[in-house]
């Protein structure tokens, strides 16, 4: 069955950077491109962009260039997201999601970041 | 960029039907998904492509979509419906959520 299994949550202060990792199973890995979500406290969901998995190419969302850097290990199915210069607007649950055709079929059961001094 | 709105919140009776709106221009012309989030949990897709049910979705929800409006119905409500709705469509190569409707089941 298809997982997809995030790291735990992470505390940073500000100008900090984090990486969270998104190991996926059950499926081949390049055959379904990677996403990533981001959910504020108490708000909704906001697309941040995608990683193409044969190809390593990233697509970021309007507001999400220049501190969110996409990756990938296929050696070892996993994504990863990484935003540097956190800020404690950055606080948020960041959710990977693999996407069917079109669809964000299966998720990850999300890493809360918390960006505080 | 392309909006999708969605009411803040809908109540419906226990075992009545409850229906979420989306709205987008010409959102009929595109591709809709729902996604179901209950607290503390991640998403789950209930309708992808307007109408279609992922394996393990009960046949209660059913989903449609024209002119402006797409519609997710979920009937003979149940208290474990009570979660938050998100529909979802692609444009320009963008994921767009709508801002999410809370569901209460009465």
């Known amino acids: 069955q298809v997982q997809l299994v995030q790291s735990g949550s992470e505390l940073k202060k500000p100008g900090a950077s984090v990486k969270v990792s998104c190991k996926a199973s059950?499926?081949?890995?390049?055959?379904?491109?990677m996403n990533w979500v981001r959910q504020a406290p108490g708000q909704g969901l906001e697309w941040m962009g995608r990683?193409?998995?044969?190809?390593?190419?990233?697509t970021y969302a309007q507001g999400f260039t220049g501190r969110c850097v996409f990756s990938l290990d296929t050696s070892v199915s996993t994504s990863y997201l990484q935003i540097s210069s956190l800020k404690a607007e950055d606080t948020a649950v960041y959710y990977c999601?693999?996407?069917?055709?079109?669809?964000?079929?299966?998720w990850g059961q999300g890493t809360l970041v918390t960006v505080s001094s | 960029s392309y909006e999708l709105t969605q009411p803040l919140s809908v109540s419906v009776a226990l075992g009545q039907t409850a229906r979420i709106a989306c709205g987008g221009n010409?959102?009929?012309?595109?591709?809709v998904h729902w996604y179901q989030q209950r607290p503390g949990q991640a998403p789950v897709l209930v309708i992808y492509?307007?109408?279609n049910r992922p394996s393990g979705i009960p046949e209660r929800f059913s989903g449609s979509n024209s002119g402006n409006t797409a519609t997710l119905t979920i009937s003979r409500a149940q208290a474990g419906d009570e979660a938050d709705y998100y529909c979802?469509?692609?444009?320009?190569?963008?994921?767009?959520f709508g801002g999410g409707t809370k569901l209460t089941v009465l």
């Open positions: 059950g499926y081949i890995f390049s055959t379904s491109a």
């Open positions: 999601a693999r996407e069917g055709l079109k669809e964000f079929d299966y």
């Open positions: 990683i193409n998995t044969n190809t390593g190419k990233p």
């Open positions: 492509r307007d109408t």
């Open positions: 010409n959102i009929g012309g595109k591709n």
């Open positions: 979802q469509v692609w444009d320009s190569g963008t994921a767009v």
